[in-house]
């Protein structure tokens, strides 16, 4: 498989496990009562913060579910004014920070700025998507070649399933002096073949197509051609005579072959599925094709129309509606993204992640979607620009509250900033955060799976974490103490398991007891697992 190089590539491709691991520091919720100081635990999240970071930290609670990514990152103009500021440990790439990334002949490793900004965050949001998940990327012409090949790299070549064209405009500006491009590129990629099948929603343009002259039971058909693109030497076995049954006219095609085996094409005879034309005289038959047949969705093409999925003029105006005055550039519209959710996922309790959230456009859609359509799609923002206040949570606030002449989603959010690392400059952990977030990281360390709090056996044992295929997780820790495993803090233990991982400060039990009893101690707190 071909690959991409570029300056900074070998320092950036683990990158995302050098990235510290940060808390998120809850600042308050929203209801369409207002705030709130208390998380109102909806699901809804707006984070505030480096993405790259902020992804770090989404992992203990949402490694591998994710239903879908949906980003829009820089596009790499050199006019938006980005600026590469990630903490990698090396002198060139050092010399990068703090400097705004210019235009294509103005600066020389601006597509490098780019592809080193991106390869570590499509990691972690690979990492986040479930086994069935899907990535929708918007991207123009300027990145869109490199991009694929870094998405082949991360998800595999075998998981790449289009390159959409989205007409986000239709009308051209006579301003240019060369191409005016009326399109943006989408690359859809799936976590792994667990995704296996895609559907978009049927429309009523769409069956508006089905009709029924004949009256037909089986209600409104169209027709299909019954011509095999192969010709007759290529597919000699879909080669036989077919009978006009309207002028007992045996019918072949002159060159090339039927596309039904003749076992079928004798079940469309009987069916009545075959359709001569309303005078019966058509020169080949077609296969009528029934609406009641195509209840489960049509197959998703790769070309979207601004009429389906809108504009961004459109999504202007939905902005200026909110705000009174436009207060982003190139929006996209609630439509694109309505779109995608509905072609993304068949559950309706999805979560949708947008680690470039820009004006909030995603939580819109979303929230739009679970008023009008009985959904409960959950939403995670991440905006790293001062606006996540100004600009993105106060546009969800207004969405679910109501705004001009458009009555409140309803819905709610829980806002949060980066908080602390877990570790110090010194990699032990910091004793300043709270026990739970101590907790919550080391089962993740452990088991890669989200943990779960007040359970019964939690709340009898204060120590214990969990049991994850038959290991028995404790974190024997207290603020100020020293503790130690010995066999009182083993008597504490009631839940049996097969092994057990037990952190402490210090240890008496003997080697071969541990061994014989398959228990593993790890010392607070310079064993546990960094990612």
Sequence with gaps: MPTLNWIGKDKVINHHQEVPFRVLDHKYGFTPDGKQEAPVNSGNLIIHGDNLEALKALLPQYEGKVNCVCIDPPYNTGNEGWVYNDNVSDPKMRKWLNQVVGKEGEDLTRHDKWLCMMYPRIVLLHKLLSEDGILFLFLDDNESAHCRMLLDEVFGPNNFLASVAWEKRYTRSNNAKLFYSLKDTIFVYRKSNALNLLKELRTEKADSLYKNPDKDHRGPWMTSSYINPATKA???NLVYDILNPFTNTVVNHPTHA????????????TTN?????KQGDASFPRLKVFLSDNTSGMVPVDLWRYQDAGTTDEGSAELKAIFGSLVFDNPKPTKIIDKIIKLATPDKDAIILDSFSGSGTTAHALLKSNKHDGSNYKFILVEMEDYAETITAERVKRVISGYAD??????????YELGPPLFDESGNLNDQLPISRIREYIWYSETRSAFNTLTEAQLLNPYFLGIKEDTGYYFYNEPQQITTLDYDFLGTIYLKAEQYVIYADNCLLSKTFMQNN???FKKIPRDISRL
């Design 273 to 277: 599925k075959l359709w001569w034309g």
């Design 258 to 269: 039927w596309k039904y085996s003749y076992e079928e094409h004798i079940k469309h005879v």
């Design 518 to 520: 398959n228990i593993t």
């Design 406 to 415: 458009f009555e409140g989603t309803g819905g709610s959010f829980d806002y």
């Design 234 to 236: 290529k597919r000699q």
